[in-house]
Structures are given as structure tokens and as C-alpha cells.
């Protein structure tokens, strides 16, 4: 009973930091976002209610702010998640992590099956074959989250993955490719909407394989993987970024100059997540990374006193 409590008490720290890192940087981009496109009082009061809270996210027609950022459909189902987070960490002392792990993706699985036919059965216009509001909400895409509490638990227990699994991982990840690309290329169907949502699934428990089976391996400390560190570490402020410029730079169909326009919005998009990450996101972090350490001033700081998410 004790090991329960201190389990569900660890929740609400974390949720409380990541609220803290997350949501100036989403209401900063909000903000703009309605300002650049004219919306008046309401209007903004409105998208901060909805977006701020995750509420967007069961709301098929707020689901994908379009007007305001286009990504943010999946911030909301990370909103949500960590709003149910101390729920999951009661519950799966009680009915086994295992069990309940196996048990939301059977749950995902079948309820994305169900809600894309749905969707499309009332939306055959809809253009998106990947994603619509029905199936990936918070409902089904709660999976994602739970490969990722395992990769966690995993990683806590000291447990590591038997290297034969890798090859395997990596054939089916180029199938879920594939796979994929089935999914985009045919009108949808029960076949279709099977694979949509099986897709998750092996493109999911693919990544888990990868990650439990390379991360001890050296040659992820050599310094040619420092930019894909560095990547890591500005993702969330580059989440945002690239959807406010990605309209901006897109260029249409056959138009010339392309890799010029792409390479320019590459940049532009890394700059300014840099600045957001080290001015804004960093706040709600307990150990920044040493480049951003050096940014502000305190690359000197001790590790007791460096920030950490």
C-alpha cells in the first residue's frame, strides 16, 4: 500500500513541471497565432479554454485548430494523458502493469478499428487517411503513452531486451512503412481502417524494441549523434515553431527552388526553437543540457543545481 502512494504521489510533481515547461510555450504560440490572424477578444478567450486545457481534443470540430496551429490536435491528447496520469498509476499496482499494458493497446487497437469506420462512413470527403477526430484522440491513441511508461519501467528495472529482437523490430518497422503508405494510397475500408490503426501498434512496439535494445549501446555517446541530442532537446519548442513557419515556407507543387525554401525553413525553425527552449521551456526543466547551461550563463553550475525534466 505504501509503494502505491509513493507511486501516485510522484505524479503530481511531474505533471506540475511538465505543465510548467509546456503550457507558457503553447500559450506564447496561441497567442500569436491568433493575433497574426486577427481574431478578436472572444475568439482568443475561446482557443485558450480549449487548447490550454486539452478539452480540444474530444471536440471533433475543435479537434484540429486549423486557424490557429495545426499540430496542436496531439497536444491535447498529451494534456489529457497527464491530467489521467495519477488515475493510471492507482490502477496499474492493482491490476498489474503487464496486464494493464497489453490491455490499452487490445483497447486502442480495436476502438481506433470502430471509430475511423465511423468516421469516414459520415466523412467519406475527409482528405487526412492517417488521422481524423474519432479515432485518434485520447482514447485511441492512449497506447503511445503506455509503450512509453514500459520503456520507462524497463529502463527503472534494469531489464534489458535480447539483441536477436533488434532485426526484427527493424523489418517490421520498413513493414509498418509500407504499410503506411497502403493506408494513404487506397479509399478507406474495413481492410483499410484495420491497417490505420494496426499501424500504431507495430510502428510502436517497434520503437520500444529499438530503444530497450541500442541504448547501451557506445556508439551512442560518440559525438556524431550530438545533433540528433541536440534535436531531442528542443523538440517540443521545435513542435511548435515548424507548424507557426511550415505555411509560411510551403511551396506548391512543381514550384522551383524547393531545397533552398526547405533548408531556409530548417534553419529559421531550429533558431528559433533554441531561443524558446533556453528562455521559456527551460523553466519548468530541473537539468538543462550543457550547451543551454552555457547560454544562460551557468555552464559552471553544479549537477545538484543543473535543471532535469
Known amino acids: 500500500m505504501i509503494r502505491r502512494q509513493r507511486s501516485a504521489g ?20 496561441i497567442f ?30 475543435q479537434w484540429m485548430p486549423n486557424d490557429t496551429l495545426w499540430v496542436c490536435w496531439s497536444l491535447g491528447v498529451e494534456i489529457l ?21 497489453w490491455g490499452c493497446i487490445a483497447f486502442c487497437f480495436v476502438y481506433r478499428i470502430g471509430a475511423d469506420a465511423v468516421w469516414f462512413a459520415y466523412h467519406p470527403a475527409h ?19 503506455v509503450v512509453g511508461m514500459a520503456i520507462a519501467r524497463f529502463t527503472f528495472e534494469k531489464r534489458h531486451m535480447p539483441p536477436s529482437l533488434l532485426p526484427i523490430a527493424v523489418v517490421v518497422l520498413l513493414a509498418t512503412g509500407r504499410e503506411w503508405n497502403f493506408v494513404w494510397m487506397h479509399e478507406r475500408t474495413y481492410l483499410t481502417s484495420v491497417l490505420a490503426s494496426l499501424m500504431h501498434v507495430t510502428f510502436s512496439l517497434s520503437v520500444f524494441v529499438l530503444i530497450l535494445t541500442l541504448r547501451d549501446a557506445r556508439i551512442w555517446n560518440a559525438v556524431i549523434w550530438t545533433p540528433i541530442a541536440f534535436a531531442g ?47 521559456v521551456e527551460s523553466s519548468g526543466m ?3 543540457p550543457g550547451w543551454a547551461l552555457r547560454i544562460l550563463g551557468r555552464a559552471s553550475a553544479p549537477a545538484s543545481h543543473a535543471r532535469a525534466p
Not at 513541471?17 to 503553447?26: D, E, K, M, V
Not at 496520469?85 to 498489474?96: C, H, Q, S
Not at 488521422?131 to 482514447?139: G, K, S, V, Y
Open 233 to 279: 532537446s528542443i523538440c517540443y519548442s521545435a513542435y511548435f515553431v515548424h507548424a507557426a513557419l511550415y505555411p509560411i515556407f510551403r511551396v506548391p507543387d512543381g514550384g522551383s527552388g524547393e531545397l533552398h525554401i526547405f533548408a531556409e525553413y530548417v534553419l529559421l525553425t531550429l533558431a528559433i526553437s533554441t531561443v524558446t527552449f533556453v528562455f
Open 32 to 61: 500569436f497565432a491568433a493575433l497574426i490572424s486577427g481574431r478578436d477578444v472572444v475568439h482568443f478567450v475561446k482557443l485558450c479554454l480549449l487548447l490550454l486545457s486539452g478539452l480540444h481534443d474530444i471536440i471533433p470540430s
Open 10 to 29: 510522484v505524479a503530481s510533481p511531474a505533471i506540475t513541471s511538465r505543465a510548467r515547461r509546456l503550457l507558457p510555450l503553447y500559450f506564447i504560440f
Open 127 to 145: 482528405t487526412n487517411r492517417f488521422i481524423n477526430p474519432l479515432a485518434d484522440n485520447i482514447a485511441g491513441r492512449i497506447d503511445d503513452f
Open 81 to 101: 494523458f497527464s491530467i489521467l496520469l495519477p488515475v493510471i498509476l492507482l490502477i496499474t499496482p492493482r491490476v498489474g502493469f503487464w496486464r494493464f499494458f
Open 286 to 288: 530541473r537539468r538543462l
